[in-house]
């Protein structure tokens, strides 16, 4: 129960003041979640529950939110009540490092994983311990009592795990090599996919741009599958989920809290600036230092970086952390330090003034927002003899449909992104189209703000979670490309996934019980209210 409105109100009854209370009725609530036309799943799902929520006296709102704007309100502002969002499946969260994180209290202020405001001692406590656990089993212990205590107190609904379906055009590219959780837009594109013939541009089709293009600000999946292609790592996460040394030439641990990187020589900025050791230290000291919350995460377990001689630096931890090589090594990207040096609000700049130089084996060359982005090959990286191609288009479309035309009329040569439900079987029976269809193991969810009254009491949120149609978000809206939610963790990255958290099943009798047992009753209009003072 939301404690502390209803002291407040048993308070102002108490001496009178009952008449300054306009009632005791759970407020009304407004669930922001996409377009029809960006993400019709996510959208139909919206109405289904407020359907739902409506027969156990809530009154829900729905608010179909452009796709940077809901980014913006959910993720920066945190100014919201329930959103449907998603966590998309990057191969650098099959560690379970990143999706543990997003119910970290640590991660709950303005930019952090946590938008919803999630605090539990025990679990933080587990965190800690998991991240610096380098025994996989014991690790795996601490995940899953995690996985269970969060999905107990449901500070979040799982909502469904969907099917990563795509499409290309098999007469003019091949060689493209699918990711769990990426299908074929992952970051090894520019060195597998062949021209069949002489087109050397290759044509993507997408509804979803970047929320903007600053390494220091960017917090969506699609802000950094365009930005990884130009900005390089010192690791790269393989087709096979193993880390290779990657602008390192080499990577070691000289003891359990030092990692040792011997940096590749004769690596080149775009504008021609070499790669230094200096370049490496300044980016990982500058995330720090800008304390970018996205990367939080990442390089909280970094003490320093020293630099040993003219290749060589040395990554001192504060104590054993398991995922440092895996995952901070390679998602924390390469920034020339002679343009950012003197940026001292990294997260301030504007889209004008933004460097976008990297060293990466693309460079940027153009983005209209809402329109057009166009990536060319550079030739002075260390692997441009293996990348076929000369440059990368992406179309921006305003929805799926647009998309999918783009595919069938050959304006496009891929899709970034899942085709819908009704169009994958359209799709396979296109001579010219070979769909690809991979698990993946992000997920999609209704998060709750849990700041707010209602929403802050365990027994509220597990009602709710009783009255979502998991099965028909499933089976009629994926149409069966894909399966209910369960934990933060998807079945498919199996080592991981807890296969024993408590199960919300669908059912509104069982919704009503739990609220009538902590208190909560429905008044004459049919409306659900707060607990009654004792």
Request: proline fraction near 6%.
């Given at each position: 129960?939301?404690?502390?409105?209803?002291?407040?109100?048993?308070?102002?009854?108490?001496?009178?003041?009952?008449?300054?209370?306009?009632?005791?009725?759970?407020?009304?609530?407004?669930?922001?979640?996409?377009?029809?036309?960006?993400?019709?799943?996510?959208?139909?799902?919206?109405?289904l529950?407020?359907?739902?929520?409506?027969?156990?006296?809530?009154?829900?709102n729905?608010?179909?939110?452009?796709?940077?704007?809901?980014?913006?309100?959910?993720?920066?502002?945190q100014?919201?009540?329930?959103?449907?969002?998603?966590?998309?499946?990057?191969?650098?969260?099959?560690?379970?490092?990143?999706f543990?994180?997003?119910?970290?209290?640590?991660?709950?202020d303005?930019?952090?994983n946590?938008?919803?405001?999630?605090?539990?001692?025990?679990?933080d406590?587990?965190?800690?311990?998991?991240?610096?656990?380098?025994?996989?089993?014991?690790?795996?212990?601490?995940?899953?009592?995690?996985?269970?205590?969060?999905?107990?107190?449901?500070?979040?609904?799982?909502?469904?795990?969907r099917?990563?379906?795509?499409?290309?055009?098999?007469?003019?590219?091949?060689?493209?090599?699918?990711m769990?959780?990426?299908?074929?837009?992952n970051?090894?594109?520019?060195?597998?996919?062949?021209?069949?013939?002489?087109?050397?541009?290759?044509?993507?089709?997408t509804?979803q741009?970047?929320?903007?293009?600053?390494?220091?600000?960017?917090?969506?999946?699609?802000g950094?599958?365009?930005?990884?292609?130009y900005?390089?790592?010192?690791?790269?996460?393989?087709?096979e989920?193993?880390?290779?040394?990657?602008a390192?030439?080499?990577?070691?641990?000289?003891?359990?809290?030092?990692?040792?990187?011997?940096?590749?020589?004769?690596?080149?900025?775009?504008?021609?600036?070499?790669?230094?050791?200096?370049?490496?230290?300044?980016?990982?000291?500058?995330?720090?230092?800008?304390?970018?919350?996205y990367?939080?995460?990442?390089?909280?377990?970094?003490d320093?970086?020293?630099?040993i001689?003219?290749?060589?630096?040395?990554?001192?931890?504060?104590?054993?952390?398991?995922?440092?090589?895996?995952v901070?090594?390679?998602?924390?990207?390469?920034?020339p330090?002679?343009?950012w040096?003197?940026i001292?609000?990294?997260?301030?700049?504007?889209?004008q003034?933004?460097?976008?130089?990297?060293?990466?084996?693309?460079?940027?060359?153009?983005?209209?927002?809402?329109?057009?982005?166009?990536?060319?090959?550079y030739?002075?990286?260390?692997?441009?003899?293996?990348?076929?191609?000369?440059?990368?288009?992406?179309?921006?479309?305003?929805d799926?449909?647009?998309?999918?035309?783009?595919?069938?009329?050959?304006?496009i040569?891929?899709?970034?992104?899942?085709?819908?439900?009704?169009?994958?079987?359209?799709?396979?029976?296109e001579?010219?189209?070979?769909?690809?269809?991979?698990?993946?193991f992000?997920?999609?969810?209704?998060?709750?703000?849990?700041?707010?009254?209602?929403?802050?009491?365990?027994?509220?949120?597990?009602?709710?979670?009783?009255?979502?149609?998991?099965?028909?978000?499933?089976?009629?809206?994926?149409?069966?490309r894909?399966?209910?939610?369960?934990?933060?963790?998807?079945?498919?990255n199996?080592?991981?996934?807890?296969?024993?958290?408590?199960?919300?099943?669908?059912?509104?009798s069982?919704?009503?019980?739990?609220?009538e047992?902590?208190?909560?009753?429905?008044?004459?209009?049919?409306r659900?209210?707060?607990?009654?003072?004792?």
């Open positions: 129960m939301s404690t502390k409105l209803v002291v407040l109100i048993c308070l102002l009854m108490f001496f009178g003041l009952g008449s300054a209370v306009s009632a005791t009725q759970v407020p009304e609530f407004t669930i922001i979640t996409t377009t029809e036309g960006y993400d019709p799943i996510r959208y139909e799902a919206a109405f529950i407020q359907e739902d929520w409506a027969k156990l006296g809530i009154k829900v729905v608010q179909p939110t452009e796709f940077s704007t809901l980014i913006e309100t959910f993720y920066n502002q100014d919201f009540e329930l959103a449907i969002v998603g966590w998309s499946g990057r191969v650098d969260r099959l560690d379970p490092q990143h543990l994180g997003t119910f970290h209290s640590g991660q709950a303005l930019r952090g946590n938008p919803g405001g999630y605090s539990n001692p025990e679990y406590r587990l965190f800690d311990l998991q991240g610096k656990e380098f025994d996989a089993n014991k690790r795996r212990e601490y995940v899953m009592e995690m996985q269970a205590i969060a999905m107990e107190e449901q500070p979040l609904s799982v909502l469904f795990y099917d990563e379906v795509v499409a290309y055009n098999k007469d003019v590219f091949d060689g493209f090599v699918p769990a959780g990426e299908a074929i837009y970051e090894w594109l520019p060195f597998t996919v062949e021209p069949l013939g002489d087109e050397r541009v290759l044509t993507i089709g509804t741009e970047p929320d903007n293009i600053n390494p220091l600000d960017s917090t969506t999946v699609w950094w599958k365009f930005m990884r292609l900005y390089d790592k010192l690791v790269r996460l393989s087709p989920i193993e880390p290779l040394p990657w390192a030439e080499s990577v070691s641990a000289v003891d359990d809290v030092t990692i040792e990187v011997v940096l590749r020589e004769g690596m080149t900025f775009h504008d021609g600036m070499p790669v230094t050791v200096e370049d490496v230290k300044f980016s990982y000291d500058y995330v720090v230092e800008q304390d970018f919350a990367f939080r995460p990442f390089y909280q377990p970094l320093r970086v020293d630099i001689d003219d290749t060589t630096l040395h990554f001192v931890l504060k104590e054993p952390t398991a995922f440092f090589i895996t901070t090594l390679s998602q924390i990207p390469i920034i330090k002679h343009l040096e003197n001292k609000q990294a997260n301030q700049l504007g889209p003034d933004v460097p976008t130089v990297g060293s990466g084996p693309m460079k940027f060359d153009r983005f209209d927002r809402g329109e057009y982005k166009r990536l060319l090959k030739e002075d990286y260390f692997k441009a003899d293996e990348i076929a191609i000369d440059a990368i288009d992406y179309i921006i479309y305003a799926s449909e647009g998309v999918y035309t783009g595919l069938i009329t050959k304006e040569d891929m899709t970034a992104w899942r085709l819908e439900p009704a169009q994958i079987t359209l799709a396979e029976n001579d010219h189209l070979q769909v690809v269809s991979v698990p993946d992000g997920y999609y969810h209704m998060t709750y703000n849990l700041r707010l009254p209602a929403l802050d009491d365990v027994a509220f949120r597990r009602a709710l979670a009783h009255a979502i149609p998991h099965e028909t978000l499933a089976n009629v809206l994926l149409d069966g894909g399966e209910r939610g369960t934990s933060i963790i998807a079945p498919v199996a080592f991981w996934h807890n296969p024993d958290v408590p199960i919300f099943e669908y059912d509104l069982k919704a009503k019980q739990v609220l047992e902590a208190g909560y009753w429905l008044d004459g209009e049919g659900l209210n707060f607990p009654k003072c004792q």
